[in-house]
């Protein structure tokens, strides 16, 4: 399984209209894209979806941004897949992010940060199950 990870193009990006740009970056990067939504994530979906974050004092925030509007669900291949998409991402913080990550072209703010990435190859496959059956992913 480390060759899939899993992405969500956030909110601020989908309303700016940079969901093709960044998902061309993804490409560009020799990622193949297994399985992709359009989606409006529901307070539950939400919730559960960052569950991991309940007891911190950014969760309300987090649940309402990502419930703010439509985001792009991903399941993307290649090899190293988890390690790459976090370099390509760059830090959480756009202000702190490496030049030409997606983060600092396209993130706002530490909230607003345009994509999220699966952070390890065990929640690249919790959150892809989250989002695909297995018989969607090509």
């Known amino acids: 399984m480390s060759n899939r990870t899993f992405t969500i193009i956030k909110p601020d990006s989908v ?9 061309d970056r993804l490409e560009s990067e020799g990622f193949r894209v297994l399985g992709l939504k359009k989606v ?4 539950k979906q939400a919730e559960s979806f960052y569950g991991v974050h ?3 004092p950014f969760f309300g925030d987090l649940v309402r941004y990502m419930t703010s509007g439509p985001v792009y669900v991903a399941a993307l291949q290649r090899d190293g897949a988890v390690a790459h998409l976090r370099k390509v991402m760059g830090a ?3 202000a702190k992010a490496d030049a030409g990550t997606i983060r600092k072209d396209f993130g706002e ?8 990435g699966s952070d390890s190859d065990e929640n690249a ?8 059956a297995e018989s969607e992913l090509v």
Do not use: V, Y
């Open 15 to 23: 309303r700016k209209g940079n969901f093709g740009k960044i998902i």
């Open 92 to 94: 959480t913080d756009p």
């Open 40 to 43: 409006s994530l529901s307070q």
């Open 109 to 116: 703010s530490i909230e607003q940060n345009a994509i999220h």
């Open 54 to 56: 309940r007891e911190r």
């Open 125 to 132: 496959k919790i959150e892809i199950g989250f989002f695909f």
